[in-house]
């Protein structure tokens, strides 16, 4: 059996549209697992974004971390962008 790597990390959008933006940008990421070797799963509890992340080794829960951390930085970047506009 393989061992499972587990990262739970808790986000704070209080800003509803970043959050509702952010949730809707990476929906479709969720949903069509690129990889075998890693699931994730966003929820949103009052305005926090959690990210929880399971994995079968470091190595791929270090890349989802990754790649989840920057698309929602970027998502939050162009939502301020498009507020200062």
């Not at 949730?23 to 890693?38: D, G």
């Not at 890349?63 to 162009?78: E, F, G, Q």
Request: glycine share 0%; proline share 2%.
């Amino acid at each position: 059996m393989a061992v499972k790597v587990k990262a739970s990390i808790r986000l704070n959008l209080c800003n509803p549209k970043q959050l509702a933006t952010t949730v809707a940008a990476l929906k479709p990421e969720v949903n069509s697992s690129v990889t075998h070797r890693a699931n994730v799963d966003l929820q949103v509890h009052d305005c926090f974004l959690v990210l929880i992340i399971v994995a079968e080794d470091i190595i791929a829960l270090r890349a989802m971390t990754n790649a989840y951390l920057r698309w929602i930085m970027s998502t939050v970047k162009v939502v301020e962008v498009i507020k200062h506009m």
